[in-house]
């Protein structure tokens, strides 16, 4: 008998002789499939966990062997930056906690997140896509991150950007070689700036994500890769240690592959926190629970606007617009009444600057809560290091001309002027058409061919809600040109979060448009 038939049959004869009362674990394994991460949603995988078919630890090595077989080979996605080498020593503590309590140790418990690449973490580096920022460690964790862990989330990786957020149109900066590329087409781009959580929650390299949002990159990148994300409030989230573009129009929120999943994301990170003032008005606009508006038939009686100054534009996308008049008469069919359209007169009529273009000067202020760790203090010294994609440079230089701060910036005064006509534009439409929300695809384009700047973008996602500072949702709204995701976004006034939850479940639960992407199958067993 050979050596190795040897130890198998030891092995066999050793098994066999352990009493069931000692091996009820290894018989809840034997008795169970392997646990499918693909397209696997928050409660699955709690409630995998609590009947013994799931471990924190093999979901991470599930996540991290799919991020192996498929960032950098394959289809060669390019959405990851780092993996966390702490992830399985977390996940392995959260297995212990509930094996010695019998109960999850948060909302997140064991839920593996992709972080974008400009949230603070005290474990990993910082770059927002920039080789300035190349192996800078914060001193703390962002809010946002710190409440996820909290919650017993475990962060599993940074994701890849468009450097310092600049682009929302292609996710490639200095930091990370390469685009990163969509992953139901990797000739295409998954829109920016946040395209790295797009294509890595998109191809199930994680459960959830987080991304931001200045003027789209929360909402575009998941409008172009089957995704729901959440654009909130001005003041519902906080920014702290969050890298910023202009922090008045800066949010971080959810990326996910379903409404219920965002929220569960969302219900952890929105709410006060005192190191953004900016967060204290939420204290009494947040409710208990977003998550009480998952509702099935929370479309029926809704009333909403149909804002056609954004969806048929001249160089829409036919298909697009197809998808459309589809997820309206969806709408219908769930209940809502359409008034169709509505005009935001404001939209023709004002004219400047609707942005306060304060890099400069935010910039600054954040490299300063770095400390010593941080290698330069300015944007001036960002230019002088020539650290950075050429595509920037033309950008940077520009926003280094600003003499002045943005309280007294021309520009900036103009933009604030113009915000509060637009603001009040749209409120006028909300009560005089007595609408709950408003209804407009994400982007009125498919996504566009890498390298391709040139061509119709369709990106609706600036106009409305950054300047107000008003909440807005994509969800998936189906399928142009045999496969490429497009999205359906719902805004509406300040802090009506809860109600378009409650649209965005609906709508999804009636449809199910989202499916998995073609080039991130299952690995085999």
């Known amino acids: 008998m050979s050596r190795l038939a040897a130890c198998l049959r030891c092995a066999i004869a050793l098994f066999a002789a352990v009493p069931a009362a000692a091996s009820g674990q290894q018989e809840v394994w034997s008795r169970s499939p392997a646990f499918a991460v693909e397209e696997t949603t928050i409660a699955e995988i709690h409630r995998a966990m609590r009947e013994g078919r799931l471990t924190a630890r093999s979901l991470v090595e599930s996540y991290l062997a799919r991020i192996e077989a498929y960032d950098k080979q394959g289809p060669a996605l390019n959405a990851i930056v780092v993996t966390n080498p702490r992830a399985r020593v977390r996940a392995d503590s959260l297995d212990a906690y509930l094996s010695r309590t019998g109960t999850l140790i948060g909302p997140l418990h064991g839920i593996p997140v992709i972080v974008k690449d400009n949230y603070d973490t005290a474990d990993l580096p910082t770059t927002a896509g920039s080789l300035v920022l190349a192996g800078v460690i914060p001193p703390d964790d962002a809010f946002q991150v710190r409440r996820l862990r909290e919650a017993g989330a475990i962060v599993l990786a940074k994701s890849n950007m468009a450097e ?119 204290q009494s606009h947040r409710p208990a629970r977003y998550a009480d508006q998952l509702i099935v038939d929370g479309l029926r009686g809704a009333r909403i606007g149909v804002a056609r100054q954004l969806s048929n534009r001249p160089t829409a996308d036919p298909e697009v617009l197809q998808r459309f008049e589809e997820a309206l008469a969806d709408l219908r069919a769930a209940g809502a009444v359409l008034v169709d359209p509505v005009t935001i007169t404001e939209l023709d009529t004002i004219t400047g600057s609707m942005w306060c273009r304060s890099f400069k000067t935010d ?163």
């Open 164 to 282: 310092f957020a600049f682009s929302p149109y292609e996710t490639v900066g200095s930091a990370l070689p390469g685009y990163t590329r969509n992953p139901y087409d990797v000739t295409r781009v998954p829109a920016g700036s946040s395209g790295g959580t797009a294509a890595a929650v998109a191809g199930n390299f994680g459960t959830v994500g987080l991304g931001t949002d200045t003027g789209n990159s929360i909402r575009g990148p998941s409008s172009h890769t089957a995704l729901v994300g959440i654009r909130s409030t001005m003041g519902l989230t906080s920014r702290d240690g969050i890298v910023p573009l202009y922090l008045s129009r800066d949010i971080g929120g959810p990326m996910a592959r379903t409404v219920a999943d965002a929220v569960a994301v969302f219900d952890v990170i929105a709410g006060y926190d005192a190191a953004d003032p900016v967060t204290a008005e939420s």
């Open 363 to 525: 910039i600054r202020e954040y490299l300063a809560t770095l400390g010593g760790r941080a290698p330069v203090t300015s944007l001036g010294e960002i230019i002088e290091s020539e650290k950075f994609h050429p595509s920037i440079e033309l950008r940077l230089r520009e926003f280094e001309a600003f003499e002045e701060p943005p309280e007294r910036e021309a520009s900036c005064l103009v933009a604030a002027a113009n915000t509060e006509k637009l603001r009040n534009g749209v409120r006028r439409v909300l009560r005089d058409h007595q609408v709950d929300a408003l209804v407009y695809p994400s982007w009125s384009n498919p996504p566009r061919l890498i390298g391709d700047l040139n061509s119709p973008h369709g990106n609706n996602s600036p106009t409305l809600a950054p300047p107000t500072g008003f909440p807005a949702i994509t969800v998936p709204m189906g399928y142009v040109r045999h496969g490429l995701p497009v999205g359906l976004q719902l805004f509406g006034d300040a802090w009506s979060e809860p109600t378009l939850i409650r649209f965005a479940y609906a709508y999804e639960q009636r449809t199910r448009h989202r499916r998995p992407p073609p080039t991130t199958p299952p690995l085999d067993p």
